[in-house]
């Protein structure tokens, strides 16, 4: 869960998804659940009416007011504190409408995103990559868990999940079919062989290097990886730490950030922002500051100029 709350903050819980993507079930099954249960009042705010209503039953058992809006004006600073003020909520929930872009999504001041989940229906979910990829990162970029449901007979998955993970490294992914949760790729399906004593991390992989070992640490902890990326040096880090790393696109031509770990090297002092390099080195698992908790931290053997790679990083 995220920070804890201040008496003085409204909390949201934020629920988005695109049409039918199954936010009014996950949001029906979770206000039934014990964790969920609160004293005060609940206010869900809903900005688009799908196929399934809310029940009266629980929303009177759960003292949750329903409130429907049907354009993002409607949900501006000024008419959210109106809607406090009439019902004076404890906690307020809102259903989001996939189609508005999320990052228009203006809160009063005291109002705090405690908590965003993404929900994703696989079955339709290249169709809105391929058409409306913005709209998608706008909700992923900040959800600290996105469910991907209906996954049934979808081969694909791992890509997904990396191109998921590309717009949000940090959130938390779960893939469900109609028998529940489904489990994760094996490392005898990725594009390198981690059985190597040194593993080779091919300019083409390092998209799916990136995210897997954000993902799942401890499979890479110790072992030696050799991969060619570009040098960014900081003065805020310590003198013997520089990061390689290569951009990427997560979402659109303009949407292009830098992905790579932390490094510690000899050779670091040495180095200039933007230069090539071939990257030997140890990785471990370790707190980093800027991880805000545990994640890879590269110990370079060797570190030597190479020629820069023209490709971004592509995560398929």
Partial sequence: MGPMIDDDIMPVFLINGFLEAGKTEFLSFTMEQEYFQTEGKTLLIVCEEGDTEYEEELLKESRTLVVYVDEIGEISPERLTELELLHNPERVLIEWN???????????????????????????????????????????????????????????????????????????????DENGELDELSEEDLPYDLSKEVVEIRPEAYGIWYIDCMDKPERYKGKLVEFTAMVLKSPEFPKNYFVPGRMAMTCCAEDMTFLGYICKSKEARHLETGQWVKVFARIEVEYWKDYQGEGPVLYAQSVSPALPIEEVVQFG
């Avoid at 005291?110 to 058409?131: A, G, P, R």
């Fill in 98 to 176: 996939g189609m508005w872009n999320q990052d228009d999504l203006k809160l009063p001041s005291d109002w705090m995103i405690y908590q965003q989940i993404t929900i994703v229906d696989m079955s339709t979910f290249e169709l809105y990559v391929k058409n409306m990829k913005p709209l998608l990162a706008a909700m992923v970029r900040n959800s600290e868990l996105i469910i991907c449901n209906r996954c049934d007979k979808i081969q694909d998955l791992e890509r997904y999940k990396r191109m998921l993970k590309s717009m949000n490294t940090r959130c938390d992914i779960v893939f469900e």
